[in-house]
């Protein structure tokens, strides 16, 4: 029987590894057909004349032989599967937000006339791959670019893997200035992995581990609602903003705790739909593994499995956008909206992170370090210098996280607070502590048993630490997860961050070790000075929130505000330093996010403006009734708005933004829910809470 290449269709049956996959595993049959990766991508290479370990060293792209054979590799691949086009796939900065995973992409067919004999032929080659060129000034570029200077640059990025998707080839690409300015969210964290890797390998060198290089490795947990669509269209605010402006509450929401991991019933369009994602992407290679309900109702969760970060970001890219066109074909809206309705639980974005060497020892996992460095110090070294980072910069992960979705939802009941800190658990800190007042030994994480009493259950083992939910940062076994991150954000200035911050704390210990000093010293003083930012406790405690502030610990309640610290003279020195962004970059960033906030909200008070008009103000009427407090609101919002037009400078027009938004928005909205309250419900004409969240998506008719 011939081998056929694994996820080529041409055969019934699909050969993997030399064992003919049975007909059950449909599922294997798919995976990764529409990834450029791997054997697939080795089939390819070697049938024109390349191979993977080719591939997979970056430098082809300076090399025209090479990127030739590679692109009519590609090419070969994506005519097997109906593809005659190809895009570069770009982040434009600031690409979250109401659209979500906003990319960019212009699409060109890989076509030509042969110009003697007019036939159609393939044309696609080394240079097409590499680079590309689009004009887009139009995107936020925070002044970067005028119409007059307009050039935009793409360049491969062959960090993360090209796929396939309906009739085109999507490959990831940076986009930057004429001047090399980053124009889009990919460059800084390509940048900041770079320094990560060099910062790190110095410090591993000293620390007696050898390697090639680093890498941050994330898994992104995605949370999101599935509403029906027809009531959807019910709500202008859910179409313009991804959130509701306005509506009561339901009689029932969480109260019973009734949805989280409740069962997915088999005749729920939820659960086809959900079936449906994991399908979609599991052919372009993403295993998004894990599905369930969340705590709110109708609220959903996706988790992958986690890989290296770049790819990582661009993935959970395509999954944001599949979600939203596979939940229109189910009859469902998705919303990645971070607070969509008020109330209840809003959605986040788990940022799971952890560092390894290109080798692929876990810098995290205790064993794992210390063995490879062949010293039981080398782990509580890392993790003193995670600690400074998170305490010498968590201004800047605030500011990462900062989104016009998470205002409403950090520091509520479901989001770790705007402060700043780390959850080791009291195993690890307390081995810590002892290592910085002089102990000298290895870190084995503790286990506890856990005896039911029942004869038919089998006592078992589990980490001797809790989880604790309420830390917006956590020490997990082998990884932090940033809790606080959004759901609908592009996460790429998260990691950014993450690898910056640790980078510089990875070189400063090199260069004290490189001075002179014992690697132990520089941990334990590094400890003794950022302690504070380690923080067991709940973080929901306002007293506890009021000690943490007293202590210093970064505490940046407005989101706006949080934006502004990208350009703070420490942080332009950090990214300037280790050559992540310049300060030019930075500012423009700011100018980015601050213009995205109020764009945000401009909309909400003209969509709120609508729904007085058209829906509140009608349907009271209807009833017979009247408020003139409403028209008057339609008058105050009005006026916000000419105010925030005549302010010219973007932070200060962000600041009267969020001031309308989340003090004069939130006291208008209680009039039109007070109206929605006396309304009969065949008068009222926007889609109620009830109706968004009960009309479930998980059983077709009403909720139980
Ligand atoms: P939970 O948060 O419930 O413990 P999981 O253990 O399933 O969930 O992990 C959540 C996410 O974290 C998944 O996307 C997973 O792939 C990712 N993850 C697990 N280990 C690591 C790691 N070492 N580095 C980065 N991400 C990780
Ligand atoms: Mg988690």
Redesign the pocket.
């Known amino acids: 029987m011939p081998v056929a290449a694994p996820g080529i269709d041409t055969t019934p049956e699909v050969v993997y590894d030399g064992a003919p996959l049975k007909p059950a595993s449909e599922v294997f049959k798919s995976y990764g057909k529409h990834i450029f990766t791997g054997k697939l991508a080795e089939y390819f290479l070697k049938k024109n004349g390349g191979s993977l370990a080719m591939f997979e060293d970056s430098t082809w792209v300076k090399d025209r032989t090479k990127a030739d054979i590679i692109a009519a590799a590609i090419l070969d691949w994506a005519v097997a599967h109906g593809a005659i086009t190809y895009c570069h796939w770009f982040q434009p900065m600031g690409s979250a937000g109401v659209r979500h995973g906003q990319t960019g992409q212009v699409y060109d067919q890989m076509l030509k006339f042969d110009s003697k004999t007019y036939e159609l032929k393939y044309d696609f080659d080394g240079g097409d791959l590499v680079k590309g060129e689009t004009d887009g000034s139009s995107y936020p570029n925070g002044g970067l670019r005028a119409t007059h200077t307009a050039g935009g640059y793409l360049a491969i990025d062959c960090s993360s893997p090209i796929f396939l998707r309906g009739d085109t080839i999507f490959i990831p690409s940076i986009f930057v200035s004429y001047y090399g300015m980053a124009l889009d969210e990919k460059t800084p964290v390509l940048r900041a992995n770079d320094a990560l890797s060099n910062q790190g390998k110095r410090l591993l060198s000293k620390l007696g581990l050898e390697t090639t290089g680093l890498k941050a490795?994330?898994?992104?947990?995605q949370e999101i609602f599935l509403i029906p669509r027809d009531q959807y269209y019910r709500r202008p605010d859910l179409q313009f903003t991804g959130r509701t402006i306005m509506g009561k509450y339901a009689p029932r929401d969480q109260e019973m705790c009734d949805h989280y991991m409740a069962p997915l019933s088999n005749a729920s369009p939820a659960l086809n739909c959900m079936k449906e994602i994991q399908k979609e992407c599991w052919k372009m290679g993403i295993p998004l593994k894990?599905r369930h309900r969340e705590v709110a109702p109708n609220q959903y969760e996706f988790?992958?499995?986690?890989g290296t970060n770049t790819g990582q970001i661009d993935q959970n890219l395509i999954v944001m956008q599949v979600i939203e066109e596979i939940a229109a074909k189910h009859g469902l809206a998705a919303l990645l909206q971070e607070k969509p309705f008020d109330g209840i639980n809003g959605s986040g974005k788990?940022n799971?992170?952890?560092i390894s060497t290109l080798e692929e020892v876990?810098l995290f996992v205790p064993k794992a370090i210390n063995a490879a460095c062949g010293s039981h110090s080398a782990f509580p070294v890392i993790m003193a210098a995670v600690v400074a980072a998170v305490d010498t910069h968590g201004d800047l992960m605030r500011m990462a996280i900062a989104s016009p979705g998470n205002d409403f939802r950090l520091g509520a009941c479901e989001a770790p607070p705007a402060i700043i800190t780390t959850y080791l658990g009291d195993d690890m800190t307390n081995y810590l502590e002892a290592f910085m007042n002089g102990e000298d030994k290895e870190y084995t994480p503790n286990t506890r048993t856990i005896d039911v009493g029942i004869s038919g259950v089998e006592a078992f083992t589990v980490p001797a630490e809790d989880r604790n939910r309420t830390s917006p940062f956590p020490y997990?076994g082998?990884?932090f997860?940033f809790r606080a991150v959004g759901s609908s954000q592009n996460v790429s200035m998260v990691n950014t961050v993450l690898n910056a911050m640790c980078a510089e704390k990875f070189g400063e210990f090199a260069d004290k070790i490189e001075a002179g000093e014992e690697p132990v010293a520089v941990a334990r003083a590094a400890l003794k000075e950022h302690w504070k930012v380690i923080f067991n406790g709940n973080g929901y405690d306002l007293g506890n929130q009021q000690m943490l502030t007293d202590k210093g610990c970064w505490r940046i309640d407005s989101g706006v505000e949080a934006m502004s610290v990208i350009t703070a003279d420490k942080n332009v020195a950090l990214f300037e330093k280790l050559g992540v962004m310049t300060a030019v970059e930075c500012k423009a960033r700011q100018d980015v996010m601050h213009e995205h906030y109020t764009g945000t909200v401009v909309m909400e008070a003209a969509t709120m403006i609508d729904m007085i008009n058209q829906h509140v103000i009608p349907s009271l009427h209807a009833a017979g009734g009247e408020d003139e407090a409403l028209p008057k609101a339609v008058e105050t919002l009005k006026h916000a708005l000419e105010e925030i037009e005549e302010c010219e400078e973007q932070e200060a027009q962000a600041k009267l933004a969020r001031v309308l938004r989340l003090e004069t928005m939130v006291e208008l909205r209680k009039l039109c829910d007070a109206a929605e309250a006396v309304v009969p419900s065949h008068l009222w004409t926007l889609a109620t809470y009830k109706e968004l969240l009960f009309l479930d998506s998980h059983t077709h008719g009403p909720g139980a």
């Open positions: 490795n994330i898994g992104l947990e894990t988790a992958p499995l986690f788990h799971n992170w952890s876990q997990g082998a990884r997860e």
